[in-house]
């Protein structure tokens, strides 16, 4: 090959070797072929490969639970004395709790608040003897003070199967509010705060908006749907919604609108 001298001031010229191969295939080809194959091979030489950009993924939303601080619960203990207590079958659970059923007891309302323990412990005698019954129905209760108590034996934290609304017992949870709240009776604020708490953190472990609907399946005929059948009903419901009562009675079912918003508040939503 020729070789080209570098003169003062000149121009740096880059030197393209071209590898043995391409000049034995460049002797054997006609003049122009020649040029087209020197031309690729100096310029694909000395080039740095490129790697395709990728355009980054977005990134999922990622859902909100809403969820609501566990509020004060007095353990059974507190009511149900060795006296009282009986044997019974261990606790059976559902998966989850996606709907409550506010109940009332039907006793005095003129209670005095440190009087509660007495009165849930002449509620479980009655269901438990009478009805015969394996424990009290209610998972919880709520006095006119607003302290609520833990009823049906289980864990409060867990999904226990209640005895509180024939037919929908299961992924339900029960709260029944001490006294007798027909028309014209006062409602305490203290006790339907305590209730929406109460809802807002049983509800939110399962991330159930206390404002919606749930599709629950009844399973006994003598509920106000035949057994077998899906039931849309408040998440946040009155007795009376899913078996024929008057339970809670009219006055505390008028407040429930108030308390399902409230429960809402205090998740977030």
Excluded at 40 to 61: D, E, F, H, M, Q
Excluded at 157 to 184: K, L, M, P, W, Y
Excluded at 192 to 200: G, K, P, R, S, V
Excluded at 245 to 263: F, H, K, M
Aim: proline share 7%; aromatic share 6%; net charge positive.
């Amino acid at each position: 090959m020729r070789v080209l001298r570098r003169t003062p001031g000149a121009r740096r010229r880059r030197r393209v070797r071209i590898p043995r191969p391409a000049l034995l295939i460049l002797a054997c080809l006609p003049g122009l072929a020649a040029v087209l194959v020197l031309a690729l091979c100096a310029n694909g030489i000395g080039r740095k490969a490129t790697t395709a950009v990728r355009r980054p993924v977005a990134a999922r939303p990622v859902a909100v639970q809403h969820t609501a601080a566990r509020p004060r619960i007095v353990p059974r203990s507190a009511w149900l004395d060795a006296l009282s207590r009986h044997a019974q079958p261990p606790p059976r659970y559902d998966d989850k709790v996606v709907a409550v059923f506010v109940h009332h007891t039907d006793s005095p309302n003129g209670y005095d608040c440190a009087d509660a323990p007495r009165i849930i412990r002449y509620l479980y005698a009655g269901q438990t003897g009478v009805r015969d019954w394996d424990d009290i129905g209610y998972n919880f209760l709520v006095d006119r003070c607003g302290t609520i108590y833990e009823g049906r034996a289980g864990g409060v934290d867990r999904a226990v199967t209640g005895a509180h609304t024939q037919g929908f017992n299961h992924r339900t949870t029960g709260i029944a509010a001490i006294g007798t709240f027909t028309s014209g009776m006062a409602v305490p604020r203290a006790m339907t705060d305590a209730i929406a708490a109460l809802a807002a953190w049983k509800l939110g472990l399962a991330d159930v908006d206390p404002r919606a609907k749930a599709h629950l399946v009844s399973s006994n005929n003598l509920s106000r749907y035949a057994a077998g059948t899906t039931a849309t009903l408040p998440a946040l419901a009155g007795h009376k919604d899913g078996y024929m009562t008057s339970c809670p009675g009219a006055a505390l079912l008028a407040r429930l609108p108030e308390v399902r918003e409230r429960a809402a508040r205090l998740q977030g939503r």
